[in-house]
């Protein structure tokens, strides 16, 4: 009888393939030869990783983007340590950057591009770099110095620009497409590091090359971002991802439906609106001529439009919720509140955008950022819950994400709610909220609102006779503005008006640095 073959012992590899002595790809945080057969990876020990919620896909979301990460172009492509980026991207990034309002981009355009272009490739590699060295501020136990970190996401960032170059040269419809991908990855990446102008650039740059883009492309306006399910069009979906981060959108809005067919649908009808409300705002507080001069009727009709518009919408999600939220908790039933949250603040908005000069007028609205703030609250009670907390948080990478959340809305009622124990809730909320969200930083946010408290308030409510007063018009501030820093060593420039009782302006300017110290931004001059 031949002698029975001997195997040799794997040393190596996860709890699971050990078992079951097989070669083990040591993906991280699970294997893909557990994932692909259904199995449970058991992790590597003191070395972390394993379970089997790593791998779940967002809902409505298939396995089309893990088939092609494993493609053989795109693992030929990389190195060892570059597939641990790649994993990290596939396993973490895409789980966690869209947020809940996921979408094709993510779960299938970027992976298909990476497959054969090296520059959105490079690009990956880097905003994965960055996504991950945000991890090390929560996970001290990750194996990666954060200047080998910085190294690895600059080497990359590097090689993805020279690889545009061409691309640039060519000025094809293809190479538009991957030179929009790249910069969507590069505005992404750019946020996360902290450096919201670079970022700001990238995105002003794609959207410059969008418009050329969508000129220069006939067949670019048979696609349309308001039809669900979303045809399949990688234009489209790359058109989504740019309106997602831009807030200045004054295009015309489509018709709304009857019923929303899902929550991405309902965001996309309603981002429209709000851009609008945005750009009459904006008009009526920056116009040449005086607001007197301006017709009379034009901006009260336009303003009547755009609440008949909200109202449309409203009837539609209302009609809407049975489908958009299934009996099950999970990414839609946050969506549908998230959604709810900015539908109530696009009322308060319309409101008040034709006479910004009018501060006291939101004290009408009073019961609305009640609502709004247990709203938000419920939020992060449910993002803790055992059915979400696996898939908002991961022990070793922040929560921060590219998309709409709680920040802006945060932000909004600070800023406009002048009952006290509310804004304190939501510098409360910020200050122990780590995260970003697109170029909203939370303790940014909360250091700003600290300082637009603290001009308007001033010594007001010392007087115990003023303890429960309504804060009057002429301490309470207009046309607050925000000019980011670009990185933690730059500066964040505050600066607002606020009117005198003789109708004369103060022009009022803060500037805040970051203290590596305290790890808080403060105000300049007490550095």
């Known amino acids: 009888m031949a002698p029975r073959a001997i195997r040799s012992k794997v040393k190596s590899g996860c709890q699971t393939c050990k078992t079951r002595k097989v070669k083990c790809d040591e993906g991280k945080p699970v294997c893909f030869r557990c994932y692909s057969t259904g199995r449970v990876c058991e992790g590597y020990g003191v070395w972390g990783g394993g379970g089997n919620h790593y791998g779940r896909r967002p809902i409505g979301s298939g396995r089309k983007s893990l088939t092609c990460f494993y493609t053989p172009t795109l693992v030929k492509a990389v190195n060892k340590e570059e597939t641990r980026y790649l994993e990290w991207f596939t396993y973490r990034s895409v789980l966690k950057l869209p947020g809940v309002f996921s979408f094709e981009f993510w779960d299938k355009l970027i992976f298909q591009a990476a497959s054969s272009e090296p520059a959105v490739l490079h690009s990956i590699l880097a905003l994965s770099s960055a996504h991950r060295t945000e991890g090390l501020c929560f996970d001290t136990s990750l194996d990666v110095a954060p200047d080998k970190q910085e190294h690895f996401t600059l080497e990359h960032y590097t090689k993805a620009i020279t690889h545009l170059q061409p691309h640039f040269t060519s000025r094809s419809n293809q190479s538009i497409r991957v030179a929009l991908i790249t910069c969507l990855m590069f505005v992404v990446m750019e946020y996360l590091r902290g450096h919201f102008k670079t970022g700001y650039n990238h995105l002003q740059n794609g959207l410059k090359l969008l418009n050329e883009f969508q000129a220069r492309s006939s067949a670019i306006d048979s696609y349309s971002l308001f039809q669900e399910p979303c045809c ?175 920040i802006p809305a945060l932000y909004y009622i600070a800023l406009k709610c002048r009952v006290r124990s509310i804004r304190r809730d939501t510098i409360g909320f910020l200050l122990t909220t780590t995260h970003k969200e697109g170029i909203w930083c939370s303790h940014l946010a909360a250091r700003i609102i600290e300082e637009v408290i603290n001009i308007e308030e001033g010594d007001f409510y010392a007087d115990s006779n003023t303890a429960k007063a309504v804060l009057p018009e002429s301490h309470r501030l207009h046309d607050i503005e925000v000019q980011l820093p670009d990185g933690y060593d730059g500066t964040a420039v505050l600066q607002c008006k606020r009117r005198f009782d003789d109708s004369n302006w103060e022009v009022i300017t803060r500037e805040l640095v970051y203290d590596t110290k305290t790890q808080r931004w403060v105000s300049k001059f007490e550095r």
Not at 251 to 278: E, V
Not at 339 to 352: F, G, K, N, P, S
Not at 369 to 386: A, E, G, H, T, V
């Open 232 to 406: 399949d069009s990688a234009d489209a979906w790359i058109i989504q991802a740019f309106i997602r981060l831009d807030e200045d959108c004054s295009s015309d809005i489509p018709a709304t439906p009857l019923k929303f067919q899902s929550p991405n649908q309902a965001r996309q009808h309603l981002d429209r609106i709000l851009s609008q409300i945005f750009y009459l705002s904006h008009e009526c507080r920056h116009q040449v001529r005086p607001l007197d001069k301006l017709d009379p009727q034009s901006l009260p009709s336009r303003q009547q439009r755009l609440r008949a518009k909200l109202d449309s919408w409203y009837d539609a999600f209302k009609e809407s919720k049975a489908s958009l939220v299934p009996s099950k908790i999970g990414h839609s039933t946050v969506a549908y509140i998230i959604l709810r949250i900015y539908y109530m603040i696009a009322e308060i908005m319309v409101d008040t955008c034709i006479r910004p000069e009018d501060q006291m007028r939101y004290d009408t609205h009073t019961k609305s950022f009640k609502i709004i703030m247990d709203q938000l609250n419920y939020i992060r009670s449910l993002s803790l819950s055992p059915p979400l907390a696996t898939v908002f948080h991961f022990s070793d990478t922040s929560s921060s994400i590219t998309d709409l959340g709680a």
